[in-house]
């Protein structure tokens, strides 16, 4: 008998897969090369393929399971699902060489000695041959038993193990991706257990998991045992950590998000129940489940554990990492870490666009939730609540039909792989409906909370993951249309062409766009779409005995310290992942520029905002900055903007000032800019003004003197050069960027700019419409040229082909 059943975990590396598995392979990798690195991971013990084997061969199993195996009809799901009952039964009911049980009983009871016990509280976890390999992530395929204690618990839980090799899912998939089930061996992991159940859990990537976009971390977790995070059963929290910042040992936290942890698994108090799902005390789910330091530690692990993966392979390779903290001791934990498998497989030189064949404005949303992938699909809703009803009612699944239901886990794959869209009631971005989707190449919306309620059976449906982070499901099949490019075919150019952004959302998206930067970012959008509750309001409102006011607001402020702190990270959070995107080429955010009508729309607004007769040309922009009454709501603009760049690590933000009419105006702007923190050249800050006022480009030598840069806003200037009304029907047929007027406006800046030796680009939306309006600027050597996402191949050839001929 081969007595290389046991090894300590300590004892394996990523040499080892064929013995010990991908998951132990990578723990005792981590173990042996990170913990000097400061990285806590659980000890343990590997019960090794070998082992798995002599208990095949000991029962005289193997040629019973290839019958059953050779009898699959793979179309058939009751005909996998009958095979596979089969051959689990078999191996649970398989008893273990004498030796073999000694071995893996000693060696528990020596793991438990090292923690002062008779029987330790461990995991059990599987680690199959094919599993956490690059090409194919195998996610939850098969078991993990948690809270295991004793030595009778721990064999069966072995059993257990060996014949999850077998569940319906893993065979499926095998066979799916071309994997011999029997070239495919399983290992087991013994670890112990970290009391996450009085502490946190979940899973972590090195990457954006959407997009792709290198540059962070994503952690999602949520009070308790893991298992809950990992099947999407609660929506847990979310955090983004910026690496370049984390890196430099900033507090580089991009992004939060307040999940619904209303439920948390923990250990069971009866002998025959090892875990139990509680609900969660009120006050807890208010919190994030990971403080910012905490958030930081784990996120400085994720990218050492990348780091080192990335060297021993050669090449780029993000992981997915799971993580736990323990209650008990306070301390920290990777339990998992396999190599993420659809982003670091993919080319994101080629890029495919999804667009709906309607404005989504004109279309009916049936339900909302949390966009997978950035894909479209339609189809007829199909929504089954379990795999066994949906058995014994022979109720079939038809290929190219919409999955829904409440959630998925690893025994779903061979349904999720015919549905033309996947849609879930529960669930986040790294549960295993999400992961398993973006393998699959399947558009998903998790997390919508009642989508089998609201959706009806056998109706028409499209499922957009096109539109941002948001996943969109509209009534009818709207039809969409695809198109494809590679960026490495694009022409070079010399003249910088930069995006102009509304949406953080869709940032990480459009970073692999050929950009040098964004050239307009916003903060009316993130205002109005993330905040929603007029600055004032939130600082005076209690001021105001509006009690629904006050309600809503403190309802919004739920896991941030106080109103200011809500109002200055929910805009940090959109700015810093727009300029993470773009990192290290330049992002000009725009102050705010809401006109009052605008401002009265926001909760609370109706307090604080004047009624004008025409608010296009009243208390806007500038004018808004210096006065007594929105002066200490334009201070947390400029905390927000200072925190984004000092303390995130984003230095790459460049300010800008709009509607701004005169340059005594600008002077009162930049002295109450100083007074709250923020002062043109100091840490490099630069300001910019918007050119959008006819004034700006007639005082331009004078504005020149005072900023770095000018970005024209065309929109406005052709407006008030024009003396129009932009929104007016009577005149539209007059309004044209190409007029002669606005064209000799614009020569003039650019002169005076360059005389001036002051940078000036164009924001406007006139390049993004018009391909020879980018020409014409390229002629008179603006430095910038920014337009929307959507524009960026037809304008770079535009500029290409008008650069070859200067």
Same mark, same amino acid.
């Given at each position: 008998?081969?007595?290389? /059943?046991?090894?300590?975990?300590?004892?394996?590396?990523?040499?080892?897969?064929?013995?010990?598995?991908?998951?132990?392979?990578?723990?005792?990798?981590?173990?042996?090369?990170?913990?000097?690195?400061?990285?806590?991971?659980?000890?343990?013990?590997?019960?090794?393929?070998?082992?798995?084997?002599?208990?095949?061969?000991?029962?005289?199993?193997?040629?019973?399971?290839?019958?059953?195996?050779?009898?699959?009809?793979?179309?058939?799901?009751?005909?996998?699902?009958?095979?596979?009952?089969?051959?689990?039964?078999?191996?649970?009911?398989?008893? /273990?060489?004498?030796?073999?049980?000694?071995?893996?009983?000693?060696?528990?009871?020596?793991?438990?000695?090292?923690?002062?016990?008779?029987?330790?509280?461990?995991?059990?976890?599987?680690?199959?041959?094919?599993?956490?390999?690059?090409?194919?992530?195998?996610?939850?395929?098969?078991?993990?038993?948690?809270?295991?204690?004793?030595?009778?618990?721990?064999?069966?839980?072995?059993?257990?193990?060996?014949?999850?090799? /077998?569940?319906?899912?893993?065979?499926?998939?095998?066979?799916?991706?071309?994997?011999?089930?029997?070239?495919?061996?399983?290992?087991?992991?013994?670890?112990?257990?970290?009391?996450?159940?009085?502490?946190?859990?979940?899973?972590?990537?090195?990457?954006?998991?959407?997009?792709?976009?290198?540059?962070?971390?994503?952690?999602?977790?949520?009070?308790? =045992?893991?298992?809950?995070?990992?099947?999407?059963?609660?929506?847990?929290?979310?955090?983004?950590?910026?690496?370049?910042?984390?890196?430099?040992?900033?507090?580089?936290?991009?992004?939060?998000?307040?999940?619904?942890?209303?439920?948390?698994?923990?250990?069971?108090?009866?002998?025959?129940?090892?875990?139990?799902?509680?609900?969660?005390?009120?006050?807890?789910?208010?919190?994030?489940?990971?403080?910012?330091?905490?958030?930081?530690?784990?996120?400085?692990?994720?990218?050492?554990?990348?780091?080192?993966?990335?060297?021993?392979?050669?090449?780029?390779?993000?992981?997915?990492?799971?993580?736990?903290?323990?209650?008990?001791?306070?301390?920290?934990?990777?339990?998992?870490?396999?190599?993420?498998?659809?982003?670091?497989?993919?080319?994101?030189?080629?890029?495919?666009?999804?667009?709906?064949?309607?404005?989504?404005?004109?279309?009916?949303?049936?339900?909302?939730?949390?966009?997978?992938?950035?894909?479209?699909?339609?189809?007829?809703?199909?929504?089954?609540?379990?795999?066994?009803?949906?058995?014994?009612?022979?109720?079939?699944?038809?290929?190219?039909?919409?999955?829904?239901?409440?959630?998925?886990?690893?025994?779903?794959?061979?349904?999720?792989?015919?549905?033309?869209?996947?849609?879930?009631?529960?669930?986040?971005?790294?549960?295993?409906?999400?992961?398993?989707?973006?393998?699959?190449?399947?558009?998903?919306?998790?997390?919508?909370?009642?989508?089998?309620?609201?959706?009806?059976?056998?109706?028409?449906?499209?499922?957009?993951?096109?539109?941002? !982070?948001?996943?969109?499901?509209?009534?009818?099949?709207?039809?969409?249309?695809?198109?494809?490019?590679?960026?490495?075919?694009?022409?070079?150019?010399?003249?910088?062409?930069?995006?102009?952004?509304?949406?953080?959302?869709?940032? /990480?998206?459009?970073?692999?766009?050929?950009?040098?930067?964004?050239?307009?970012?916003?903060? !009316?959008?993130?205002?109005?779409?993330?905040?929603?509750?007029?600055?004032?309001?939130?600082?005076?409102?209690?001021?105001?005995?509006?009690?629904?006011?006050?309600?809503?607001?403190?309802?919004?402020?739920?896991?941030? !310290?106080?109103?200011?702190?809500?109002?200055?990270?929910?805009?940090?959070?959109?700015?810093?992942?727009?300029?993470?995107?773009?990192?290290?080429?330049?992002?000009?955010?725009?102050?705010?520029?809401?006109?009052?009508?605008?401002?009265?729309?926001?909760?609370?607004?109706?307090?604080?905002?004047?009624?004008?007769?025409?608010?296009?040309?009243?208390?806007?922009?500038?004018?808004?900055?210096?006065?007594?009454?929105?002066?200490?709501?334009?201070?947390?603009?400029?905390?927000?903007?200072?925190?984004?760049?000092?303390?995130?690590?984003?230095?790459?933000?460049?300010?800008?000032?709009?509607?701004?009419?005169?340059?005594?105006? =600008?002077?009162?702007?930049?002295?109450?800019?100083?007074?709250?923190?923020?002062?043109?050249?100091?840490?490099?800050?630069?300001?910019? =003004?918007?050119?959008?006022?006819?004034?700006?480009?007639?005082?331009?030598?004078?504005?020149?003197?005072?900023?770095?840069?000018?970005?024209?806003?065309?929109?406005?200037?052709?407006?008030?050069?024009?003396?129009?009304?932009?929104?007016?029907?009577?005149?539209?047929?007059?309004?044209? !960027?190409?007029?002669?007027?606005?064209?000799?406006?614009?020569?003039?800046?650019?002169?005076?700019?360059?005389?001036?030796?002051?940078?000036?680009?164009?924001?406007?939306?006139?390049?993004?419409?018009?391909?020879?309006?980018?020409?014409?600027?390229?002629?008179?050597?603006?430095?910038?040229?920014?337009?929307?996402?959507?524009?960026?191949?037809?304008?770079?050839?535009?500029?290409?082909?008008?650069?070859?001929?200067?």
């Amino acid at each position: 008998m081969n007595n290389k /059943f046991i090894l300590e975990l300590a004892d394996v590396c990523i040499d080892d897969i064929e013995m010990v598995g991908g998951k132990n392979a990578s723990l005792g990798e981590m173990i042996q090369n990170l913990s000097g690195l400061g990285v806590n991971i659980p000890a343990g013990f590997v019960i090794t393929v070998n082992a798995y084997r002599e208990f095949l061969a000991y029962n005289n199993l193997e040629s019973s399971i290839i019958k059953i195996i050779h009898s699959i009809s793979y179309d058939s799901i009751e005909s996998l699902r009958r095979a596979g009952n089969d051959v689990r039964l078999l191996i649970r009911n398989g008893r /273990f060489p004498k030796e073999m049980s000694k071995m893996i009983i000693k060696a528990y009871e020596e793991l438990s000695a090292r923690y002062n016990q008779q029987h330790t509280d461990i995991a059990v976890r599987s680690s199959a041959t094919a599993e956490d390999l690059p090409d194919a992530s195998f996610a939850g395929q098969q078991e993990t038993f948690l809270n295991v204690r004793g030595p009778a618990l721990l064999m069966d839980s072995v059993r257990n193990c060996f014949a999850s090799l /077998f569940t319906d899912r893993a065979i499926s998939y095998r066979n799916t991706f071309g994997y011999d089930h029997f070239s495919i061996g399983i290992s087991l992991c013994v670890q112990k257990m970290v009391r996450s159940d009085l502490g946190s859990s979940g899973i972590a990537f090195s990457l954006d998991t959407e997009s792709g976009f290198r540059e962070a971390v994503v952690i999602n977790g949520a009070y308790g =045992l893991g298992e809950l995070v990992v099947q999407g059963a609660v929506l847990p929290d979310e955090f983004v950590v910026f690496k370049p910042g984390l890196k430099k040992g900033l507090q580089s936290i991009i992004e939060k998000k307040l999940g619904v942890k209303d439920r948390m698994m923990i250990y069971g108090d009866k002998t025959d129940e090892r875990v139990k799902v509680i609900p969660t005390e009120k006050n807890f789910q208010n919190r994030f489940c990971l403080s910012d330091t905490l958030v930081l530690q784990l996120a400085a692990w994720v990218v050492k554990i990348e780091d080192h993966y990335t060297k021993i392979k050669h090449k780029w390779t993000p992981m997915d990492v799971e993580w736990a903290y323990d209650g008990l001791s306070k301390e920290l934990y990777i339990v998992q870490a396999r190599p993420e498998t659809v982003h670091s497989q993919k080319n994101h030189k080629l890029i495919t666009e999804y667009r709906l064949n309607a404005s989504s404005a004109s279309l009916k949303v049936l339900a909302k939730g949390i966009a997978v992938g950035d894909g479209i699909g339609a189809g007829n809703v199909n929504i089954l609540y379990s795999l066994d009803k949906r058995v014994i009612d022979g109720h079939e699944f038809t290929r190219g039909d919409v999955l829904v239901t409440d959630m998925t886990d690893p025994d779903w794959e061979p349904i999720m792989k015919k549905a033309s869209a996947i849609i879930t009631n529960k669930g986040g971005r790294t549960c295993h409906a999400a992961i398993v989707a973006r393998e699959l190449g399947v558009p998903a919306v998790v997390g919508c909370g009642n989508a089998t309620d609201i959706l009806q059976n056998g109706h028409p449906v499209t499922v957009s993951c096109a539109e941002g !982070e948001t996943g969109l499901i509209y009534d009818g099949d709207v039809g969409f249309v695809t198109s494809e490019f590679n960026v490495d075919e694009l022409p070079d150019i010399k003249t910088a062409l930069m995006l102009n952004l509304a949406t953080p959302s869709m940032c /990480f998206k459009f970073s692999h766009l050929p950009s040098k930067g964004v050239g307009l970012a916003r903060e !009316e959008f993130i205002i109005n779409n993330y905040i929603q509750v007029h600055p004032l309001a939130l600082l005076h409102h209690r001021r105001l005995n509006d009690p629904a006011l006050s309600q809503e607001i403190q309802k919004r402020i739920l896991g941030f !310290e106080n109103e200011e702190d809500f109002f200055v990270r929910k805009l940090a959070y959109g700015i810093a992942k727009i300029a993470a995107s773009s990192y290290p080429h330049p992002v000009i955010v725009r102050f705010s520029d809401f006109k009052t009508n605008e401002y009265f729309n926001l909760l609370g607004g109706q307090y604080f905002e004047p009624h004008e007769e025409n608010p296009m040309m009243g208390w806007r922009g500038a004018s808004r900055y210096y006065s007594e009454q929105y002066k200490p709501a334009f201070g947390l603009e400029c905390k927000t903007i200072k925190m984004v760049r000092e303390e995130m690590g984003l230095d790459n933000v460049v300010v800008m000032i709009p509607f701004c009419r005169t340059v005594d105006e =600008l002077l009162k702007v930049i002295a109450v800019m100083k007074e709250f923190g923020l002062e043109r050249n100091k840490n490099d800050l630069h300001v910019y =003004l918007m050119a959008e006022i006819p004034s700006n480009i007639i005082l331009a030598d004078e504005f020149a003197k005072h900023i770095d840069g000018f970005s024209i806003g065309s929109n406005d200037l052709t407006q008030l050069t024009l003396g129009l009304d932009r929104d007016s029907s009577l005149v539209a047929h007059l309004y044209d !960027e190409r007029n002669n007027a606005i064209k000799l406006m614009i020569c003039s800046l650019i002169r005076i700019a360059k005389s001036n030796n002051v940078k000036v680009g164009i924001c406007g939306q006139a390049p993004s419409d018009f391909p020879d309006f980018a020409q014409f600027l390229v002629e008179n050597g603006v430095d910038s040229i920014s337009v929307t996402p959507d524009a960026v191949i037809k304008t770079v050839n535009a500029i290409a082909n008008i650069e070859s001929k200067l």
